[in-house]
């Protein structure tokens, strides 16, 4: 840019029309005008090429994979940058991105088969991009995974290839490998056992609640999928209740989850009663309800259910355990879901528990060896 406004200074402000004619002067306008706004300028010219590019490979983009591109993926493949950061979840079609990209370069002629590379983290997807390409474009193009091309860097540098260790391929060891570094970094590190015991408990979750689904099927799908086991080993019907249980074992409370009401509440149309939480230190019993706060008419404030959810009916539901614990002199304590959206449900949580309990936090060791627990819930997540 200094050589550009040296230029501007010293020759191209000094030119004028007569002096060399309509057309070269109209030339040298038009890089007046870039060197004015040279971002301006470059992106506008972008926006041009994407916009031809767009309309003259639309057949290819239509016929390369069983189903047309979407815009996003198009733009993904067209922009021409040194590098592009495409950001996608799972099965939004990274893949046909990338083959389709290497296709368009090849078709285009900006590279021949032969300067591209494409790398995978595994082998099956790597031998799948490669067939994709050949299929579609009729020219072979070098797919690979990242540990091959690592592996041949390093015995074409040190003149020979290592020796791969066990967990290299074989699953098993892996994880154990993977295990060990991490109880390793756990008892070392607290802050990493913190990081790691929250990645385990929850934040590897899909954090959603009933008001995330449309329908009961829908969000019963979800919790199988997730398979929502806590710290103790009970299957719970919400993340919600998840975050609760495992703050209650974490901090050494000792609880039951869903146990049979101590006076049989059971009826011809109606079976036992069974709270969400027990807390067999003191007996008192905690429910957890998934209501929200909403604004009604004249901006009085009530409360609301998941879409899917009856809301009378749940309501109803609240007042009738409400009037049972009344009845037989029992304490009950409340969170609800709207404490959660607010981002305070745990520490309301822990409000509401303390005049009944003492909390006694479990070492940072125990909890991460109940990580390892040999169950089937630990089994599942190693």
């Not at 550009?4 to 030339?27: D, H, M, P, W």
């Not at 495409?86 to 099965?91: D, N």
């Not at 939004?92 to 990209?101: D, R």
């Not at 790691?196 to 449309?214: N, P, V």
Request: proline share 4%; with cysteine; charged share 30%.
């Amino acid at each position: 840019m200094d050589i550009a406004g040296r230029l501007e200074q010293e020759v191209f402000s000094k030119l004028n029309q007569e002096a060399i004619g309509s057309t070269r002067f109209g030339e040298i306008e038009t890089i007046r005008n870039f060197l004015s706004a040279p971002e301006t300028q470059r992106q506008a010219a972008i926006e041009r090429y994407v916009a031809s590019q767009l309309e003259l490979w639309s057949d290819f983009f239509d016929s390369f994979e069983s189903n047309p591109l979407t815009p996003e993926q198009r733009l993904s493949i067209i922009v021409d940058e040194d590098a592009t950061l495409v950001l996608a979840g799972a099965g939004s079609g990274k893949t046909s991105v990338i083959t389709a990209k290497a296709g368009y370069l090849i078709k285009v002629g900006l590279r021949k088969p032969h300067e591209v590379l494409l790398l995978a983290f595994a082998r099956d997807a790597a031998a799948e991009m490669s067939e994709r390409i050949k299929d579609r474009c009729g020219e072979p193009v070098e797919a690979r995974t990242f540990h091959a091309l690592a592996y041949d860097i390093i015995g074409q540098v040190e003149g020979g290839k290592p020796a791969l260790a066990a967990h290299a391929t074989d699953d098993k060891a892996f994880l154990a490998l993977i295990r060990d570094i991490l109880v390793e970094l756990a008892l070392k590190v607290s802050e990493a056992s913190k990081a790691i015991l929250g990645w385990f408990t929850s934040a590897r979750l899909e954090a959603k609640s009933e008001w995330d689904f449309q329908r009961k099927h829908d969000f019963y799908t979800y919790l199988e999928k997730e398979d929502l086991r806590t710290l103790q080993g009970e299957k719970v019907k919400s993340y919600e209740e998840l975050l609760i249980a495992n703050w209650l074992y974490e901090n050494g409370v000792e609880y039951e989850y869903e146990p049979d009401y101590e006076v049989d509440t059971s009826s011809p149309t109606r079976r036992n009663y069974c709270p969400d939480f027990r807390l067999t230190e003191s007996g008192v019993y905690l429910e957890h309800f998934g209501v929200r706060k909403q604004s009604g008419q004249g901006g009085q404030e009530v409360l609301v259910t998941a879409p899917w959810v009856d809301r009378d009916e749940y309501l109803e539901g609240m007042a009738w355990k409400r009037q049972v614990h009344q009845e037989n002199g029992t304490i009950l304590l409340e969170t609800y879901s709207y404490e959660n959206s607010e981002g305070r449900l745990l520490d309301a949580l822990a409000e509401k528990i303390a005049p009944f309990v003492t909390l006694k936090p479990r070492p940072r060791e125990e909890l991460f060896d109940r990580e390892q627990c040999p169950n089937s819930w630990c089994n599942s997540h190693w």
